[in-house]
């Protein structure tokens, strides 16, 4: 690996971008293993630096609407009446986070910081993100839902209207994510251990159901013989 030149800060060009923030340096994205402080990115490293800590990243992206209310709408409603809603907004996500991961690599904030170099600014921008946006799908809402996924799961059928036991699952859930998070000496770690246990739960059951659900291949029976063939020819009497 060739090393970095190093290139004194105030050398370095910026370049403003949007509002409210500092401006930004223009400079060659680092070599990943200068980043990770090692000599080259093996197997090991390749699961310690770079796997391991974008399962965190994978598990805040499996929401709730992907697993839980979008097939149950289908289920209810169909494709035609609210599936396509689904499709189109499942593939405008996928231009959404591919964008934020470029402009974090790029610029080396958060959406939401970046949020506030829109103008007006980040004393509107980043307030309303932070506590519209964000918080109106966390709080109560992927909870609830889990709540309702974890009762079906143990009793193999959806709650009733109205039913007290999913929202006792969503409290119990959420406690269970506040001991993870206080417990942990690193809490990077404890999320990416957790992450591990979840990813693994849902790609293991995910198999095993479109294992169990597959069609198997149909036995071949013997057609019946038409009434028009009448019975097999029985042998010919000996003669008297």
Do not use: K
Request: neutral net charge; hydrophobic residues 50%; charged residues 15%.
């Amino acid at each position: 690996m060739a090393e970095a030149t190093q290139i004194p800060a105030e050398q370095i060009p910026t370049r403003q971008l949007g509002v409210s923030r500092p401006p930004l340096a223009v400079t060659d994205l680092p070599e990943p293993e200068e980043v990770f402080q090692v000599r080259r990115i093996g197997l090991r490293e390749l699961f310690a630096y770079v796997v391991g800590p974008s399962l965190i990243a994978l598990g805040i992206s499996i929401g709730s609407g992907e697993w839980l209310l979008g097939p149950q709408a289908v289920g209810q409603f169909g494709f035609v009446g609210v599936g396509w809603v689904i499709l189109v907004s499942a593939v405008l996500q996928t231009f959404y986070n591919v964008e934020s991961a470029r402009y974090v690599v790029a610029t080396g904030e958060s959406p939401v910081v970046g949020w506030g170099r829109v103008p007006p600014g980040f004393l509107l921008w980043v307030p309303l993100s932070v506590f519209v946006v964000i918080f109106a799908f966390i709080a109560g809402g992927w909870a609830a839902s889990a709540g309702q996924g974890l009762y079906t799961l143990v009793h193999g059928e959806t709650a009733a209207s109205g039913a007290e036991e999913p929202r006792l699952w969503a409290i119990a859930l959420l406690v269970v994510v506040f001991a993870i998070a206080a417990s942990a000496r690193r809490i990077s770690r404890a999320l990416e251990l957790a992450n591990w246990v979840m990813v693994g739960s849902i790609g293991a059951c995910g198999g095993t159901a479109s294992g169990a659900s597959s069609p198997r291949p149909r036995r071949r029976t013997e057609s019946p013989r038409p009434s028009w063939a009448g019975s097999p020819a029985s042998p010919p009497s000996p003669p008297a």
